[in-house]
């Protein structure tokens, strides 16, 4: 029985979270093999939009080819006397919420980087045209976010409007971004956090300052302010700063407090801007990943869209998955590419001086706030493809991290990196456990939270039948 009854599937938020493989899928819109793919939500005045209107430019979904991906754009009209355009990104990053509550829809991602999947279930029980999804879209904006006076949606799978209109909402991403750049961490008194992707990543809180922007790149402290006035009890909630416990680590008791409260004791405490430590968690909806490379003492960078493997050999989807689902990976950050532009950009870890290698296009994106004696000195896919050669164009190029190779033997800095700087290596309590009153034969689950466990040597025998 679904929740709506003229949608032929369920609806909920028990849905979020739901995955849909690739051999379960009827299309998948956007995604990694699509170049041209957006979502882009825009304020209009009350008489520009019609309410409950759905277009759809190109074929809709029951014409297109089963199990292929296809390019995809949603663009969302609004109005309402209290919305003001810095609401749009906001508004924007629930498409993914309300997506996911949908069965058998799966929504990834934001922005250019969208990627769902409808499966074939879904699909054959009658989801089969984008009016159900604007239909469902308009009841849980309007439901959730009364501020939503009207709502009219444009789904696009057009491949030639799909570009053109991804051109337009590329340059609409860039002038939000721009207006959130000024204001420093220092000058606020209050930060926001937001647990929108926690269906996914249940540990994973989002500590949103002025120079620390959302992983997923979609929400900056303005948008944190303006989602956590109109709607205080959803997922964008304020963080009372609190004291500075660590200014260059960044370090913030409000900060601790609030990601120990929403992660339900997980995590206990974030340093804002290094990837050692206690690194801000990841979701698994970040733009890029920093990657700490032990050989060079420096870090790469990698982003989604970028394909193939990175210098050290890992491809994005590896580094991806090394770092989600809500833990503090050390040498791990998942980030935006807006926070690069940022002053606190992986501050105590040395900034732009430790970033060795990154994909040519997000240098390109960057340039113009990577300082200007750097910028030759950081290596692309273009200029070396192993860490033989990065190490030979560090070198050649004079970039910084090659004087640290002489403060600290390589690998001692592998070892230094992997290291927690407090505590002892390997903490693990069986106190409490009662292991004496388990009935026979019952499996134990032991986590080691924290843990480190070296292996002197490993050997790997063929299994043999006694
Ligand atoms: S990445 Fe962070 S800010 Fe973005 S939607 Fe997820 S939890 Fe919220």
């Given at each position: 029985m679904s929740m709506f009854e003229d949608i032929p599937v369920d609806v909920g938020v028990i849905y979020e979270g739901e995955r849909i493989r690739y051999r379960q899928m009827q299309v998948e819109l956007g995604g990694p093999r699509e170049k041209y793919k957006f979502e882009l939500v825009r304020v209009f005045p009350m008489d520009e939009v019609e309410d409950g209107k759905v277009t759809i430019i190109g074929p809709d979904l029951k014409d297109l080819e089963e199990g292929k991906n296809h390019p995809f754009g949603i663009y969302i009209k609004v109005a309402g006397k209290e919305l003001e355009r810095d609401l749009e990104g906001v508004i924007e990053r629930r498409i993914h919420e309300y997506i996911n509550y949908i069965e058998g829809f799966m929504h990834l991602n934001q922005r250019y980087d969208i990627h769902l999947r409808l499966s074939k279930k879904s699909f054959q029980r009658g989801f089969n045209t984008f009016k159900l999804l604007g239909k469902v879209l308009e009841r849980l904006f309007k439901s959730e976010l009364p501020i939503i006076e009207k709502i009219e949606f444009i789904f696009v799978t057009d491949r030639e409007k799909v570009k053109e209109m991804y051109e337009e909402a590329m340059r609409i991403y860039q002038e939000r971004d721009a207006r959130a750049r000024?204001?420093?961490?220092?000058?606020?008194d209050t930060f926001y956090g937001c647990t929108l992707c926690q269906s996914f990543a249940p540990t994973h809180v989002c500590v949103i300052t002025p120079q620390r922007y959302a992983n997923c790149g979609a929400i900056s402290w303005f948008d944190g302010r303006a989602a956590a006035r109109v709607d205080p009890k959803g997922p964008i909630f304020a963080i009372p700063k609190g004291k500075c416990l660590d200014p260059v680590k960044g370090e913030y008791e409000g900060a601790n407090k609030a990601v120990r409260d929403k992660s339900l004791g997980e995590i206990t405490r974030v340093w804002l801007y290094t990837a050692f430590g206690y690194p801000h968690t990841s979701c698994g909806c970040f733009e890029g990943c920093a990657f700490y490379i032990p050989e060079v003492d420096g870090f790469g960078i990698v982003d989604r869209n970028f394909r193939g493997e990175t210098v050290n050999g890992l491809t994005f989807t590896t580094i991806a998955d090394a770092t989600a689902g809500g833990r503090q990976v050390d040498g791990f950050h998942g980030l935006s590419i807006e926070y690069m532009r940022s002053k606190k950009f992986l501050q105590a870890d040395g900034g732009w001086s430790r970033v060795v290698w990154l994909p040519k296009s997000v240098k390109e994106r960057v340039k113009d706030f990577i300082p200007p004696d750097l910028v030759d000195k950081i290596a692309t896919e273009e200029d070396v493809s192993n860490l033989d050669e990065l190490r030979e164009f560090l070198i050649a190029r004079g970039h910084p991290v090659v004087e640290r190779w002489k403060e600290m033997p390589a690998e001692e800095a592998a070892v230094e990196a992997e290291r927690p700087e407090e505590g002892p290596a390997l903490e693990v309590s069986m106190e409490g456990l009662p292991m004496a009153g388990l009935p026979a034969g019952m499996n134990v689950k032991i986590i080691l939270k924290g843990a480190r466990l070296k292996v002197k040597k490993m050997i790997i025998k063929p299994m043999r039948e006694k």
């Open positions: 000024g204001l420093t961490d220092e000058e606020v």
